[in-house]
């Protein structure tokens, strides 16, 4: 069983920024991807970013390329979510999550272990 654990979640202004980490409990990132979905209220949860850990292959959803930068620490099995040029719209719930086929995608019924969220909130 892996555990993901959320970190830096919080409040911030609109234009701000926020970085927000995931960090498994155990080494097990190594041929895996880590994907950063989120959900607001009354909406389905969506895609933000996704690294493949062994080749560090990115993929972005249109919403958030060229604002959120996704990065991952090998020394400190974590990743990052950077977040940058916040919106209002940004506001959600964010999710990390652990994908054991290697394959970085984009639908979040693909992935096999998820941290408990973190509440991002921007205002405006």
């Known amino acids: 069983q892996i555990q993901l654990v959320e970190s830096g979640g919080g409040l911030v202004q609109a234009g701000g920024s926020r970085r927000l980490s995931c960090a498994a409990s155990r080494r097990t990132f190594s041929n895996y991807v880590t994907g950063w979905f989120r959900q607001a209220p009354g909406k389905e949860r969506e895609f933000v970013a996704a690294?493949?850990?062994?080749?560090?292959?990115?993929k972005y959803a249109d919403s958030v390329k060229g604002r959120f930068t996704i990065f991952r620490d090998t020394a400190k099995n974590t990743v990052y979510l950077q977040m940058n040029s916040l919106k209002s719209d940004d506001t959600a719930v964010y999710y990390c999550?652990?994908?054991?086929?290697?394959?970085?995608?984009?639908?979040?019924?693909?992935?096999?272990?998820w941290g408990q969220g973190t509440q991002v909130t921007v205002s405006s």
């Open positions: 690294i493949r850990w062994s080749d560090g292959t990115i």
């Open positions: 999550a652990a994908d054991t086929s290697a394959i970085v995608r984009t639908n979040h019924y693909e992935y096999d272990y």
